[in-house]
């Protein structure tokens, strides 16, 4: 069997995907509820609830422990990569996106008093501990669903 058809019956790893899919049009949704404006660019953004990362880790390690069994290596790694993954969308990167509202803010009052061009830094770049949850819930739901 070719490496292309391996990946193409490759159930773990599109029902993962799915659920990336599906956390990030809920993003847009959700942005569009909240703010009464449709912007396309939550689909392909980072942060936002709910977390996409967590969702497709989440969904990754719950489908390898219904396949390989929750006792096996193999669920042991997807387990300690989807801590990872969500330790860092609610850790690093959410600090990250903090200094950037914080840089940006200092930005804009340079550019009130000077005329001063520079570019604004993402803030939206981690999540909040509910969105890594809510993502996780998803992405524990869209495997259970498939699988």
């Known amino acids: 069997m070719s490496y292309y058809t391996q990946l193409l019956y490759n159930n773990i790893l599109w029902v993962s995907l799915l659920a990336w899919f599906i956390a990030q049009f809920l993003k847009v949704i959700i942005t569009f509820i909240l703010n009464k404006k449709f912007d396309i660019r939550r689909f392909i953004g980072a942060g936002g609830m709910p977390s996409s990362h967590s ?18 290596p193999m669920f042991a790694l997807a387990l300690t990569f989807s801590l990872i993954v969500m330790y860092d969308a609610a850790g690093v ?16 009052q340079i550019h009130t008093s000077r005329s001063v061009s520079e570019e604004k830094l993402k803030e939206l770049l981690g999540h909040t501990p509910i969105e890594v949850i809510a993502g996780a819930i998803l992405g524990f739901l869209i495997s259970r669903l498939f699988f």
Do not use: H, M
Not at 57 to 70: D, M, P
Not at 100 to 106: D, G, K, P, R, S
């Open 55 to 72: 969702a497709l880790v989440v969904s990754l390690a719950t489908s390898v422990g219904r396949f390989e069994g929750y006792d096996s």
């Open 93 to 108: 990167r959410r600090a990250a996106g903090k200094q950037a509202a914080v840089l940006n803010e200092i930005l804009e």
